[in-house]
C-alpha cells in the first residue's frame, strides 16, 4: 500500500473512530434520561432521586461527549499534521539528493576526463580513488532514496536485460562481467538498474571478486530468471541468512546491509523476487526473479 493511501486511510479511520464514539455516548446519554424519566414519571419518594439522576446525566454527559469531540479533533488534526510533515521531509530529501546526485555525477564527469585527457593520470591511484568513491556515493543516495520512500511509484516498462547490464558495468572496470542470454523484463528501468548496481558494489567492496557471470534465462511460465554469481570469497550459511536486512552486521567487514534491503524490496514492488541459492558454488550467488514483457 502506497504513503498516500496509507494516510488517507488513516485520517478516514480517525473521523470514523470519532462519529462513532460520540454517537454511542450521545446514544447512551439520551437512552439514560428516557429511562430516568419513565421511573420519574411513575412518582414515589425516588422521584427527587431521579430527578438528581437526569441531571448527572444531563451535564456528564455533555462533558464526555465534548471530551470525546476535542480528543477526536486533535486526533484528526495530528494525523493531517503528521501527513504533511511527512510530505514536506519527502520533497526536501528528493530536492538534496537531486542536487547532490548531479553534483557527484559532474564530478565523475570531470575525473573521468582527466583520466583520459593527462598522460599520467591512467595510473594515478588517487584519481581512481577518486572515481569509485563518485560511484560509491552516488549509489548510497539512491538506496537512501529508496529507503526513506518504500512506496513510490515504480514505472514498469519493457527492459533488456543484457543491455542494462552492460550499462551498468561501465562503472567498475575492474570487474571482468559476462552476461549470457537476453530477456525483455517487465520492470522499472531506473530500480532495477539500483538493484544490479548494489549487487556489482558488493561483489567488488565486500567480496574482492573480479569476474562476474550474468545468465539470463526465460522460462515457460512467463517469469525470467537472472542469476549472478562472482569469484569473490563468498559468504558462509548463517551470513547469508542475515543478508537483506537493514543495519545488520554479521562480520566487521560487512556493510549496513541498505543496499541488500533496497534491492530486495524493490524486486518485490516490481513483482520480483530476489533470493540467495543455498547450494551455490563457490564466490557469491544472486538469483534474480522476474515477470517478463509481453
Not at 562481467?177 to 530477456?183: A, F, Q, S
Request: hydrophobic share 45%; charged share 20%.
Amino acid at each position: 500500500m502506497r504513503a498516500d493511501s496509507r494516510n488517507r486511510l488513516l485520517y478516514a479511520g480517525a473521523v470514523v473512530w470519532v462519529l462513532l464514539t460520540v454517537s454511542l455516548a450521545s446514544w447512551w446519554m439520551f437512552f439514560g434520561l428516557d429511562q430516568a424519566k419513565r421511573l420519574g414519571s411513575m412518582g414515589g419518594p425516588e422521584a427527587s432521586h431521579l430527578e438528581r439522576v437526569q441531571r448527572m446525566f444531563v451535564w456528564e454527559g455533555i462533558s464526555f461527549i465534548g471530551l470525546l469531540v476535542v480528543g477526536g479533533a486533535a486526533l484528526v488534526v495530528s494525523v493531517r499534521s503528521e501527513h504533511g510533515r511527512q510530505r514536506r521531509v519527502e520533497a526536501f530529501f528528493m530536492a538534496f539528493t537531486h542536487d547532490l546526485k548531479t553534483s557527484l555525477a559532474s564530478l565523475q564527469l570531470q575525473a573521468e576526463s582527466l583520466r583520459e585527457d593527462l598522460i599520467d593520470a591512467a595510473d594515478n591511484p588517487n584519481l581512481d580513488r577518486l572515481l569509485k568513491d563518485a560511484v560509491r556515493l552516488q549509489l548510497q543516495l539512491e538506496n537512501s532514496l529508496y529507503f526513506a520512500q518504500p512506496d513510490g511509484g515504480l514505472l514498469l516498462e519493457p527492459v533488456s536485460v543484457r543491455a542494462l547490464c552492460q550499462r551498468t558495468a561501465t562503472d567498475w572496470p575492474e570487474l571482468d562481467m559476462r552476461v549470457d542470454g537476453d530477456v525483455m523484463a517487465l520492470a522499472d528501468s531506473r530500480a532495477l538498474e539500483s538493484v544490479l548496481r548494489n549487487l556489482l558494489q558488493n561483489a567488488v567492496i565486500h567480496g574482492a571478486a573480479t569476474q562476474m557471470a550474468i545468465r539470463v534465462e526465460r522460462r515457460s511460465n512467463g517469469r525470467a530468471t537472472i542469476t549472478t554469481a562472482d569469484n569473490g570469497r563468498g559468504a558462509p550459511a548463517d551470513i547469508t541468512q542475515a543478508l537483506g536486512r537493514p543495519f545488520m552486521r554479521p562480520t566487521p567487514l560487512s556493510g549496513t546491509g541498505v543496499g541488500l534491503y533496497v534491492s530486495r524490496q524493490l524486486m518485490r514492488r516490481m513483482n520480483g523476487e530476489l533470493t540467495f541459492p543455498a547450494d551455490r558454488p563457490a564466490g557469491f550467488t544472486v538469483v534474480l526473479d522476474l515477470p517478463v514483457a509481453v
